[in-house]
């Protein structure tokens, strides 16, 4: 992943608004679903959730994609920055022990000039001009020696100052110290220590910089890994809240009954109505005069059943049972209308028969 992050670096903005456009599609297809969807979807919504899965697990490959190499070009920069701190540190203090050897080369220097000018041998006295030279040989000497020791003081300094930092930065992973706090602390240990090694104005500014891009970088991932746990966080409480929506098996059993024990209530209410209809019907068929009165009568009462029908059937929301509902109330339709056919042919053949039968017995009678 180390080879291939600085690529996959380079092209992440058109891999985040390939992420986004791949949400958005997801989004489109299944953002307007509701509980009907979750309980009993059709073929076409089954479809478009199983796209949406498909499009859900690529944006997440691309998205896990991006955190690694995120990872990755973490883990490259932090071993560049503590290289480039080594560096610096290398340029800014020189060994100890090269610092030790210095000191005690000066510090040899000095002692042997100061028994050559001052214990010198009496049977060889100095002239003017050796003694002058043998002075300014020490003179040198002594600054070499306090330049040296200056050095060696600032060299165990630093190391005391290392100290307490790790004891500090230790004190902050127990304190549980962020990682951008522990950058920029290290930083101020790094400015404190350039200035007392009278560091350059661009050496101070690199240090400075490391630091910030080393913060942003993490800032940046810890505001990627924000969003990440809001969407997952946002996803997780959508599915709580769906699955406290949807009903349980006791729920579901207790509608069914509930829906049924409705439409039957309603049978029965719509049975109480027809019963009603065919008893006054059939009151008014007994009184009627002609058998064309007792016909119109039994197709009011037909067409009164129908619109009975019609009224239920408008109310029902189910499409399957309202075609149901329909063909059986045609069919009824159908068989009243028949038997007041029938029945108004069976009256009519029974008063023609009645008046052939009178017309005999007149002609009877006359014979």
Same mark, same amino acid.
């Given at each position: 992943?180390?080879?291939?992050?600085?690529?996959?670096?380079?092209?992440?903005?058109?891999?985040?608004?390939?992420?986004?456009?791949?949400?958005?599609?997801?989004?489109?297809?299944?953002?307007?679903?509701?509980?009907l969807q979750v309980i009993a979807p059709t073929e076409d919504e089954i479809a478009r959730m199983k796209k949406a899965d498909q499009i859900h697990?690529?944006? /997440?490959? =691309?998205?896990?994609?991006?955190?690694? %190499?995120? @990872?990755?070009?973490? &883990?490259?920069?932090?071993?560049?920055?503590?290289?480039?701190?080594?560096?610096?540190?290398?340029?800014?203090?020189?060994?100890? /022990?090269? =610092?030790?050897?210095?000191?005690?080369? %000066?510090? @040899?220097?000095?002692? &042997?000039?100061?028994?050559?000018?001052?214990?010198?041998?009496?049977?060889?006295?100095?002239t003017r001009t050796e003694a002058s030279d043998i002075q300014k040989k020490l003179a040198d000497a002594q600054r070499r020696e306090a330049r040296a020791k200056g050095a060696l003081d600032l060299e165990e300094q630093r190391t005391t100052f290392q100290t307490e930092a790790g004891a500090f930065i230790r004190k902050g992973d127990e304190a549980e110290l962020s990682a951008i706090e522990k950058i920029y602390y290290l930083r101020d240990l790094l400015l404190k220590q350039a200035v007392q090694v009278k560091a350059s104005e661009a050496e101070i500014a690199a240090i400075r910089k490391s630091a910030d891009e080393q913060a942003s970088v993490i800032m940046k991932k810890s505001w990627e890994e924000f969003e990440k746990y809001e969407q997952q966080?946002?996803?997780?409480?959508?599915?709580?809240?769906?699955?406290?929506?949807?009903p349980s098996k006791e729920q579901m059993k207790e509608w069914e009954e509930f829906f049924q024990a409705q439409d039957r209530i309603q049978d029965i209410g719509v049975?109480?109505?027809?019963?009603?209809?065919?008893?006054?019907?059939?009151?008014q068929v007994k009184s009627a005069e002609t058998p064309e009165d007792a016909y119109r009568i039994r197709v009011d009462l037909a067409v009164k059943l129908a619109e009975i029908e019609v009224a239920r059937i408008q109310k029902e929301d189910n499409a399957a049972r309202r075609m149901v509902l329909a063909a059986q109330a045609q069919k009824d339709l159908y068989t009243e209308l028949a038997q007041a056919q029938d029945e108004l042919d069976e009256k009519r053949a029974a008063a023609e028969q009645k008046r052939a039968e009178e017309l005999q017995h007149q002609v009877d009678e006359i014979q």
């Open positions: 992943m180390e080879r291939q992050a600085p690529e996959i670096m380079r092209n992440r903005d058109a891999t985040l608004k390939r992420i986004q456009d791949l949400r958005a599609q997801e989004q489109q297809l299944t953002g307007d679903f509701g509980i697990k690529e944006a /997440e490959s =691309l998205q896990q994609m991006l955190d690694e %190499a995120g @990872k990755a070009t973490r &883990r490259t920069e932090l071993k560049e920055g503590k290289s480039y701190i080594d560096g610096l540190r290398s340029r800014f203090f020189g060994s100890h /022990e090269g =610092l030790e050897k210095a000191y005690q080369d %000066a510090k @040899k220097d000095v002692e &042997r000039y100061q028994k050559e000018l001052f214990e010198g041998d009496a049977e060889k006295p100095l966080r946002q996803a997780e409480q959508s599915k709580k809240m769906m699955s406290l929506l949807l049975q109480a109505q027809r019963e009603a209809l065919r008893r006054h019907a059939a009151s």
